[in-house]
């Protein structure tokens, strides 16, 4: 069955840290790979996602993925986080055959301090 | 970018009467919208697929009966949840793809939840 798992629960950076947070799917076919994010009382925002081509991925607000076929990896980066990062972050995927149904991580919860 | 709304905000009702919530799509058609159920402090969980014009798909586990889902136009999915019980209290989200065809790619957009109380 296909998954996403998210490995970090939380995590606490200081401001101008540089972020990874690690995600991880289980798919076996063609696969679309999404970070969304939620700011506190916000909905759901797509960060950046990856279709096909380039597995270097750049999203808003400074944010980046790499999709790595061999470690079935979609890491989301940020160099130099900031205190309006804070907010929990999802990955989640689909895959080609499965219509356009999101299977989502755990999620990260996010805290930068200023 | 696309806006989905989604009425109530909260609601508060009591054990064994039902809840209607809307999903709307405000600038944009939606053939397929998404509802999703969140638990304090967990993920996102797929409950149902709703198709307009034809019935909602099911996640497993999922009761269609309790959960009555009806996609009545390409702008308005309903949620209802009939005969609430208090672990009915959730966080439910749903969401739309804006696009037609080939729909695996298109970034989903999110309403900003409902959040059910049942007491």
């Known amino acids: 069955a296909q998954s996403v798992s998210q490995h970090n629960h939380h995590v606490i950076l200081s401001e101008a840290a540089s972020l990874e947070l690690g995600c991880n799917y289980s798919y076996g076919g063609t696969v679309n790979l999404f970070w969304y994010v939620q700011y506190p009382g916000q909905h759901l925002q797509l960060l950046l996602k990856y279709l096909s081509g380039d597995p270097l991925v750049k999203g808003i607000k400074g944010f980046e993925a790499e999709f790595i076929k061999s470690k079935f990896s979609f890491n989301l980066r940020k160099p130099s986080v900031q205190w309006s990062d804070t907010a929990e972050y999802f990955c989640?995927?689909?895959?080609?055959?499965?219509?356009?149904?999101?299977?989502f991580g755990g999620g990260t919860r996010l805290m930068v301090k200023p | 970018g696309a806006v989905v709304s989604q009425h109530p905000s909260r609601v508060i009702c009591k054990s064994g009467t039902s809840v209607k919530i809307e999903c709307r799509s405000l600038?944009?058609?939606?053939?397929?919208m998404f509802w999703y159920r969140q638990f304090p402090k967990q993920s996102l969980m797929l409950m149902a697929t709703?198709?307009?014009?034809?019935?909602?798909?099911?996640e497993q586990g999922v009761e269609k009966d309790k959960f009555l889902i009806n996609h009545a136009s390409l702008t308005l999915s309903t949620l209802t949840v009939t005969s609430a019980h208090p672990e009915d209290s959730s966080f439910y989200i749903c969401?739309?793809?804006?696009?037609?065809?080939?729909?695996?790619?298109?970034?989903?957009?999110f309403g900003p939840g409902t959040r059910l109380t049942v007491t």
């Open positions: 709703s198709n307009e014009g034809s019935k909602a798909t099911y």
């Open positions: 989640a995927g689909t895959v080609n055959n499965a219509g356009n149904m999101l299977t």
């Open positions: 969401s739309a793809p804006e696009g037609q065809g080939d729909m695996y790619s298109y970034e989903q957009y």
């Open positions: 600038d944009f058609q939606a053939t397929t």
